[in-house]
């Protein structure tokens, strides 16, 4: 019986550790919700408005390209027409 529980708790300890290596995905929400929290309290989270500024440029660049590829794909199928 102490064994399973050793197991348990050592799989829980490592799921904890996988799961803490996971960014966040950082947007102006989140960090004005981190610098209002590190005005009051004095702590704030990994989220500032850099990342948040890094995050939102490589979104718009990811959707301007899915719509290039998507253009371009619609342009060879009325080519093939």
Request: hydrophobic share 35%; net charge positive; with cysteine.
């Amino acid at each position: 019986m102490k064994y399973k529980v050793i197991v348990v708790l050592l799989a829980a300890l490592a799921a904890s550790g996988a799961w803490a290596d996971i960014k966040p995905k950082c947007d102006a929400k989140k960090a004005a919700r981190g610098k209002a929290m590190d005005a009051t309290v004095g702590v704030s989270g990994r989220c500032d408005a850099e990342k948040a500024g890094k995050n939102a440029k490589k979104d718009v660049k990811g959707s301007v390209d899915r719509d290039k590829n998507r253009n371009q794909k619609k342009k060879k199928k009325n080519k093939k027409k």
